[in-house]
């Protein structure tokens, strides 16, 4: 989840739900504290004759996306790369907005999986700008 907002780590969670087996389709709806989010998923029938496929044990990985907590321009802390170890606290960059700037932070131990967002880049409110593996 994204320390800076999190409904939009909310949203993630909601999205990274697996469907049951021939289920098709679910709408999740969470409402407290003043707001409300709904996630619709769609999924496929898998046909009776096809066989599951079972994932290998341990080849799960736990990702979050970290988001822009504000619009502006993004400024990387370092040049990010893929493997990249982060732990929670340590400085991703900044947006800057207004002469301000909005730190943003790894929430969690891990690696960098992907970067989204290259310094320089005009970001928008809860845009991702990363995603982590969590360790």
């Known amino acids: 989840m994204s320390e800076g907002d999190p409904l939009l780590g909310l949203v993630d969670d909601l999205l990274r739900i697996e469907l ?9 709806e969470v409402e407290a ?7 619709s998923r769609q999924g496929r029938a ?3 004759a ?4 079972t994932p290998e044990e341990g080849s799960t990985e736990k990702t979050q996306r970290v988001h822009a907590t504000t619009v502006g ?25 207004l002469g301000h700037v909005a730190e943003i932070t790894a929430p969690a131990d891990g690696e960098i999986r992907e970067v989204l967002v290259t310094g320089g880049a ?5 845009q991702a700008l990363f995603v982590l593996a969590l360790r």
């Open 73 to 97: 321009v993004f400024s990387a802390a370092r040049e990010w790369t893929t493997g990249d170890a982060v732990a929670r606290g340590d400085l991703l960059g900044g947006i800057q907005s």
């Open 20 to 28: 049951p087996e021939g289920l098709t389709g679910v709408r999740i």
């Open 46 to 48: 898998v046909p009776e």
């Open 122 to 126: 005009p970001v928008e409110y809860g």
């Open 33 to 39: 504290d003043g707001f409300a989010v709904a996630v």
């Open 50 to 53: 096809a066989a599951p496929a």
